[in-house]
């Protein structure tokens, strides 16, 4: 909400605005910006005429010597007929702009120099006077910038006000929280109007159909009104709180709602059929042409004024084309009224229409200003218009506005609460500051009435609140909080979550965060099968994109999209992961299924890093090393198994992650496919965990045995194999068949070059005794087993 | 055979020359065993002792013994400077071009929130809160209902929300995650809930997706004054000692007092920039006394307990540790920023 320091002014004596914005933003309400309006007059300066000579070559200019800095004298030469020596008079100096953004400079006026300029109101930008320069009050400092002197346009606060202070949207609102703060007395507008004529009811009758939106309803005739433009004033008021002016009529409504916070509406009484008000639900298939000129189909759920036949006002929101006070409008209905929040909220909602009064409506109006806010209207429109009030106002009521009207305080639960030491006095003293009634205080307890304007206070913590923020936070104590020892404990997912970020940040890999919204048309890229789980996503009812109309079920096409926008930047290495939870359906009516997972994804480009990783490790054992430095970093005893089911992987090089019997994720190179779809054109290859079934398996410190001090025995073997034969398989056979003494078996090399068809494999056998030094002969005979076996099961030769 | 002592000097001197002439350790064993050998020439003489007349014997044994020893300190002393020597040129040889990287891929990184989420742990989990988590696709119900904020409540609006089919919504803030976590639950406790929450608003200076960590303590007298305490600790711990905050009066429908946290803005130390709009002061979250009713939704009763209750987004400490300008770079994925935090 704009307000206007001048016009908050005319209602209580303010501080000093920076002061004011301070204080207000302490105490809920935050001022978001201090406009200035006016012109810029920081400029310039007030200079004292010490002499006024007539200048040599022009008698009717002057040549003026101003004292700006005591004891130095400027030449000014000045054209206006009423300066004088003497005068206090605002200076322009060369070198500086005038407000227009003009530039004054030296200059030679008919061959005597000029230092600058004595200005004219007009010049100032804050007149029209232009016949001579303006002549400050005496008591102006010489020397003083010009703004300090001269009171030029205004400060506008930019307020913003929370939900619950609907009662702050008025200029009596923001008095009152000026009052609350400062102290200082509220200065009411004239509201009383003048009546004459006959009695506005007989020619108006008004009625409630629907009690429950409908609180209370309060008409107001004015009689023989002369629509016309507004006083430059009321234009100038409502132009300064940021709204237009349309006519005097329509401008004096907004005008009481600025001041008073209570929305009106004015009909043209001559459109009303009946003479009839009715405050009535929409019926179905209903509909209105409103002011803004478009006509919106209106809903049962939605409150209407109404004449004896149809719909004349959407209520609290807009006003009807068909009842508009236009130039021919002679007598004008002005309609005060309290309508039900929540009703109100409903329809501006449904409808998309938020306007000044619905925002009003919607935070709750004061219940005992209808009827001010209705006289205030009519004894301006009167004035305005040339029109005449009718005698008495017509009114109606629903049911009674459900607003508390006492509170029970205990002083002693107000200090439990802020850890604060205030007396009882203190606190009713600042209850009262905001017009909070103390009616009775003997017991111990504080009956409080709270005022009809604050519809939001009504439990005793809400006057603890009350109490609390016009004390200052800032004056409540900082404590350490006191209580018994609690355990802390972290959900299960957090210890592996951390390892995995450290392992693959170890990796070179960089952790991302991406949104969690796909397209079901990425999952179709993934060329997951019509029934793969995954298919079942939740659709986002109101997506930002239509490209982001589900939520994910696998973190894959985020990332692959990520890869490919980093691509595009010409980067050549990717590698990224992302740590997150994806979205499955569940059963009717439950919570969709979150499982967190990792996924990883890595390419390697043209401009590879060959001093980083050298070219002959391919990317598939690139990341099939991280996943295994991975799993150990987890302490999880992870097989990595041959193939894998994803669709999205590459048949022929990747593996499925193994606990037990599990398959808790995947490794392996992109699908080509796969990477085409997603425009990925360089080796990927991509990382899957489940982190929700990791954290499910049990976490244990690895535990010790005994290390042996008897001296190590290697051998090692190269086995000539078909090509197609599995490394590991082999290497399990050796570990198996190597005897109780074998404590290791790893392969070290592998060479294509022998034969056509066939693959050298080079394994080193580690064989160790827990007591005693391994005879030559012992270790021969284990070998010989392994190389039995190679031959037997893999017709490996021996090389 | 006799032998003469000047015999022996010359056989010493002869010595010494081819000592100091062998060009490695290899030639100077062959010297050695030249001369001080089993059949080397000063062995002979001392084998020659026995046959010399005995007032000659001691006198020559003993030169020829001194001898022996000279030489073999030349042996010794040779050998050092050989060895020396060799090691040296062994060093020299060993050149390498120290100025090339180190083997392997550069270290990778951890994304800020995370850094930040780590910190925040630390500090909680040290005074007694566990952290507890909730789904990101809520109920009504926990989202806004039970928080205080029935279907036509003004607060709703505060909040723009993700609608998910299912009649669910993408959760807008931590804050259900404390209805979860209390119900059910006897005081005292302490927990903070941190996680991702969704806000449907794409403007510059938001992002639809952010983090936001939830804390909050029940007992029986735990105080707003507590509640400062806890964060201006807090505060400092993730943002450094010198960290000034601000609380001021606000709304909220699930505290009661509320209060909005600004701390100082580092970048221009209050006087008011463009980073802070001017007024010296950076919004971080929201805190509050948890309202009765929220309390009551939990089955606690506000008779007996009071508990203290704020939230904020953890990017704004990221943003500030490395200078981000736009909460946006953090979600972009752009490694090349992502590279350098």
């Avoid at chain 1, 409008?329 to 929040?341: K, M, N």
């Avoid at chain 1, 009064?357 to 040339?386: K, N, P, Q, W």
């Avoid at chain 2, 971080?284 to 929220?294: E, L, N, R, T």
Wanted: proline residues 5%; aromatic residues 6%; contains cysteine.
């Amino acid at each position: 909400m704009r307000v206007p320091l001048r016009w908050l002014a005319e209602w209580i004596a303010l501080p000093d605005v920076a002061e004011l914005a301070e204080r207000l933003t302490a105490g809920g309400l935050e001022v978001d910006a201090i406009e200035r309006t006016g012109p810029d007059l920081s400029a310039l300066q007030v200079g004292l005429v010490r002499e006024r000579l007539t200048h040599p070559n022009a008698d009717r200019l002057s040549l003026c010597k101003v004292e700006i800095r005591s004891g130095e004298l400027r030449e000014i030469v000045c054209g206006a007929p009423n300066v004088d020596a003497g005068q206090k008079v605002a200076v322009a100096l060369a070198g500086t702009r005038l407000p227009d953004g003009t530039p004054i400079k030296k200059s030679k006026i008919r061959g005597v120099t000029s230092e600058g300029m004595i200005c004219s109101a007009r010049e100032l930008g804050i007149g029209e006077d232009q016949d001579g320069i303006l002549v400050l009050d005496e008591a102006a400092e010489v020397g003083a910038r010009l703004d300090r002197v001269l009171s030029a346009g205004d400060h506008v606060l930019e307020i913003a006000i929370t939900p619950n202070r609907g009662d702050c949207t008025s200029m009596l609102g923001i008095a009152r929280e000026v009052s609350a703060h400062f102290g200082g007395r509220i200065e009411l507008p004239e509201v009383s109007p003048e009546e004459s004529g006959p009695a506005a009811s007989r020619d108006v009758r008004i009625s409630i159909d629907d009690s429950e939106g409908c609180y209370h309803y309060v008409a107001r005739l004015v009689r023989g009104v002369k629509v016309a433009s507004s006083p430059s004033w009321l234009v100038e008021r409502l132009e300064a709180a940021g709204l237009r002016s349309i006519h005097n009529v329509v401008d004096v409504t907004n005008l009481v709602m600025l001041e008073f916070g209570q929305p009106l509406h004015a009909f043209d009484l001559a459109a009303l059929q009946g003479g009839e008000v009715r405050v009535r639900a929409a019926t179905a298939g209903e509909s209105l042409e409103m002011l803004d000129g478009q006509t919106r189909s209106l809903d049962v759920a939605d409150l209407v004024i109404a004449d004896a036949e149809r719909p004349i006002a959407l209520a609290g929101i807009m006003g009807g084309s068909n009842s508009e006070v236009g130039d021919d409008t002679r007598d004008v209905l002005i309609e005060s009224a309290h309508f039900a929040p929540a009703r109100i909220r409903h329809t501006a909602r449904r409808l998309g229409l938020a306007t000044e009064a619905s925002y009003r409506f919607e935070r709750g109006v004061d219940r005992a200003g209808v009827e001010r806010a209705a006289h205030r209207a009519a004894r301006l429109i009167a004035e305005l218009t040339g029109g005449r009030v009718a005698t008495g106002l017509v009114e109606a009521r629903g049911v009674t506005c459900p607003q508390v009207d006492q509170i029970e305080l205990e002083p002693a639960r107000v200090n439990r609460l802020l850890g604060t030491d205030l007396a009882a006095s203190e606190v009713c003293s600042l209850l009262k500051r905001q017009g909070i009634e103390i009616l009775d205080q003997d017991t111990g307890h504080l009956r409080c009435r709270v005022p009809s304007h604050r519809a939001d206070l009504a439990l005793p913590e809400d006057l603890i609140e009350e109490v609390a923020r016009i004390y200052g936070y800032d004056r409540i104590p900082t404590t350490l909080q006191e209580g018994p020892l609690i355990d802390a404990t972290r959900p299960a997912s957090w210890r592996p979550v951390e390892l995995v970020q450290n392992s693959l940040r170890a990796e070179g890999w960089i952790e991302v965060a991406s949104f969690p919204f796909i397209d079901p048309q990425d999952l179709d890229h993934l060329q997951l099968d019509a029934d793969d789980p995954r298919r079942e996503t939740l659709a986002v009812l109101n997506p930002l994109a239509d490209r982001e109309s589900h939520l994910r079920s696998s973190l894959l096409p985020s990332l692959l999209r990520l890869v490919r926008e980093n691509l595009n930047r010409q980067l050549d290495h990717v590698a990224l992961f992302e740590l997150a939870r994806v979205f499955r359906v569940s059963k009717r009516g439950e919570l969709p299924e979150e499982r967190l997972w990792l996924t990883a994804v890595v390419t390697r480009g043209e401009e590879h890093d060959l001093w980083a990783v050298p070219e002959h490790v391919p990317l598939f054992f690139e990341v099939k090393g991280a996943v295994e430095r991975m799993m150990a970093a987890l302490g999880l005893p992870a097989v990595l198994r041959a193939g894998s089911a994803q669709p999205y992987c590459h048949p022929g090089a990747a593996c499925s992650i193994v606990i037990g019997r599990r398959i808790l994720g995947e490794t392996g190179e992109l699908h080509p496919e796969v990477a085409t779809r997603f425009g990925i054109d360089v080796p990927c290859a991509v990382i899957e965990l489940d982190l929700s079934a990791v954290a499910s398996l049990p976490a244990q410190a690895p535990g010790y045995h005994d290390v042996s001090k008897q001296p190590l025995v290697r051998r090692d073997l190269a086995v000539l194999v078909d090509q197609r034969q599995p490394a590991g398989e082999i290497l399990e056979a050796i570990r198996k068949r190597g005897g109780a003494n074998l404590i290791a078996a790893t392969l070290f090399d592998r060479y294509e070059g022998v034969s056509e068809g066939k693959v050298s494999l080079a394994f080193r056998l580690t064989f160790q005794h827990a007591e005693r030094t391994l005879t030559d002969a012992e270790v021969s005979k284990a070998v010989d087993r392994v190389v039995q076996m190679l031959g037997q099961r893999f017709g490996g030769e021996l090389r | 055979m006799g032998v003469e002592i000047p015999k022996l000097e010359a056989l010493e001197e002869e010595a010494r020359r081819e000592i100091d002439g062998s060009a490695n350790l290899q030639a100077l064993v062959a010297v050695r065993a030249r001369y001080l050998g089993r059949k080397g020439s000063v062995s002979g003489v001392l084998r020659g002792i026995g046959r010399l007349a005995p007032d000659k014997r001691t006198r020559v044994g003993q030169q020829a013994n001194a001898a022996k020893q000279r030489i073999e300190e030349l042996v010794v002393q040779r050998r050092q400077a050989l060895e020396q020597g060799e090691h040296a040129r062994a060093l020299s040889e060993h050149q390498l071009d120290v100025s090339l990287p180190g083997a392997g891929r550069a270290l990778g990184h951890l994304h800020p929130v995370s850094l930040v989420m780590r910190d925040m742990e630390r500090f909680f989990c040290s005074r007694g809160f566990s952290i507890e988590e909730g789904p990101e696709v809520e109920t009504e119900y926990y989202n806004f209902d039970a928080l205080n904020m029935p279907a036509e409540h003004p607060a709703r609006d505060m909040q723009d929300t993700f609608w998910v089919e299912g009649g669910f919504v993408l959760r807008t803030h931590t804050s259900p995650v404390q209805i979860r976590t209390m119900t059910g639950r006897k005081p005292p406790f302490r927990f903070v809930a941190p996680g991702r929450v969704y806000r449907r608003d794409a403007s510059p200076r938001h992002s639809a997706m952010f983090q936001q960590i939830e804390g909050f303590a029940v007992d029986e007298r735990v105080s707003f004054a507590d509640l400062k305490g806890v964060l201006y600790a807090f505060a400092r711990h993730m943002m450094g000692t010198d960290t000034a905050l601000r609380f001021r009066a606000s709304y909220f429908p699930f505290t009661e007092p509320s209060a909005e946290i600004d701390f100082r803005c580092v970048f221009c130390n209050g006087e008011g920039c463009a980073t802070c709009s001017q007024s010296g002061w950076i919004e971080w979250g929201g805190c509050g006394m948890i309202h009765p009713q929220v309390l009551r939704s939990c089955e606690i009763d506000p008779a007996r307990y009071q508990g203290y209750a704020f939230g904020m987004g953890l990017e704004r400490v990221a943003m500030l540790r490395h200078g981000l300008p736009q909460i946006r770079l953090l979600y972009d994925g752009d490694l090349r920023v992502l590279d350098q935090l």
